[in-house]
């Protein structure tokens, strides 16, 4: 597969929102669990919130949970993450990617970014007063 392309992040103050989007060039999105993950300067890439094909269960981060929702439009084929009261800690370049196959199907391992993959270049959100 190739990487999936994200968009839709930008500058906004805290408390805001913002929809970002996750589409496919090739391989529909529909067929495969999909997973928005984020990274932020000097850390690690971490799982926000990602959507199991296989049974609908949905995760989310502990961080984001009340805040962001993670849905899918199977007409367009796309895949949204609504990030509502944005603070600075939520600054990150955010990712969404597939699940690759042959990754573990567990509770546990449902949105890990080592089960994810390939990666594109992200969409950056910059939460600033």
């Known amino acids: 597969h190739l990487p999936l392309v994200e968009s839709g992040g930008g500058l906004v103050q805290p408390g805001d929102a913002l929809r970002l989007s996750c589409v496919a060039s090739?391989?529909?999105?529909?067929?495969?669990?999909i997973g928005w993950f984020r990274q932020a300067p000097g850390k690690e890439r971490e799982g926000v919130s990602c959507?199991?094909?296989?049974?609908?269960?949905?995760y989310y981060a502990d961080s984001v949970k009340g805040r962001f929702s993670i849905s899918r439009d199977y007409a367009k084929d796309t895949v949204f993450l609504q990030m509502n009261s944005l603070t600075p800690g939520d600054t990150a370049v955010y990712y969404c990617?597939?699940?690759?196959?042959?990754?573990?199907?567990?509770?546990?391992?449902?949105?890990?970014?080592?089960?994810?993959?390939?990666w594109g270049q992200g969409t950056q959100v910059t939460v600033s007063s």
């Open positions: 990617a597939r699940k690759l196959p042959g990754a573990p199907r567990t509770a546990a391992a449902m949105c890990r970014s080592v089960d994810f993959g390939p």
């Open positions: 090739g391989s529909p999105l529909s067929f495969d669990s």
């Open positions: 959507f199991s094909n296989t049974d609908g269960t949905l």
